[in-house]
């Protein structure tokens, strides 16, 4: 039964991840087109991030409270409304209205899609399947970067027809959403679960609880964050086709090498990470490997391809290993909340970022004309991801030391 469920949840995650990759593809026709400036452009993905800042630490506290079925749905839902909005018109403060809607309900979707992992399989392979769901979700990414491909005749008939396609996808998660909470209610599983621990009521003090490691890991799930999803999801595709002269097909597909690998090493990262109990060391891995991807591609010849799979192994690496490290440093029934805390600053961080990213993209002039002016771009999202991997090596320490508050022993 529980790889049904997971099925269910992980078929909507592809859905829900390819309404937010599909901005990338469509960037450079929103700048032509509809004459949106990078800042513009990245504001769109920076309001996804927004009201997450807030909402998401009250979503993980709402998941834990009433359940990943029916908040999963719910969330759902306004993703859908969102992805609706962002389609209908050109107008861009239209267009940044449906993002925000899209960001309320997606981060704590993600959540509640996460805690399912830990309702249905909260003793063994907990690791696997959290990273199957994320390997679905990646597909859903991938799928976003080659539509160019697949979809040609939709891009051909402009800006618009691709993002209608993304809110049809948005509501095929949404009916997935609702027949998993279905699901749930008919097994009772959560139930089940529930009367296997004491009552809890989630709290804010729920976070003062949490211990070192847990705080090392938030900086690096900010930091880590920021970088990767305000490049690859925002101006990859863009910076591939001004500042290395690349048609659009080709573009998407090269960004489509990042998911290309992701979908197949994730789920084997997660599978060796639950047999190894190793995760800060394989954490550590896969945040050096992030810089050092963005600093072939800016400014190695023929670096493009290489930066990109490298990329495409630290976007198994890190998220594998991340979320179930989460449920082995705080208890079970504040997953939820830990989660929530860890979104919420993790989507400041990738709002920021995005505004930085197309700051520095508008002041510097990057074009076709100028590629030079992708550098200082180039050079920040080098910088915080470098800051990342620090803080993966002061996680590694923290639990070589047995520091932390887990439930279990701390991974080391």
Partial sequence: MGWCALALTSLALFGNFY?????????EMLATQLGYSDTQIGTLNAIYSLPNVVMVLVGGMLVDRYGVGRMGTITAAICLVGAILTAASPDFYVMAAGRLFFGIGAETFNIATLSAATLWFPLH???????????????????????????????????????????VLAATSFVLMAAYWWFERRTGVAELRSSSHPEHRPSWRDVLAFGRPYWYLLVLCVLWYAVILAFRSTFAIKYFQQAHAMPLAEAGQVVSLVFGSALITTPIFGWISDRTGRYSIFLAFGALLLPVALAAMAFADGGLRAGTVLTGISFSVVPAVMWPMVSRLVEPKRFG????????????????ANFVAGWLNDKYGASAANPAGYEPMMLFFITVSSLGFLFALLLWRSARAGEGRAPAPLPG
Avoid: E
């Fill in 337 to 352: 909340t830990a989660n929530g805390m860890m979104w919420v600053i993790q989507n400041g961080g990738i709002a920021a």
């Fill in 125 to 167: 392979n907990t690791a696997l399947a959290m990273a199957v769901g994320i390997a679905f979700g990646r597909a859903g990414s991938l799928a976003a970067d080659l539509s160019p491909t697949w979809a040609a005749s939709v891009y051909a008939q402009g800006w618009q027809a691709p993002l209608v396609l993304a809110a």
């Fill in 19 to 27: 309404v937010y990759d599909s901005i990338a593809p469509v960037a």
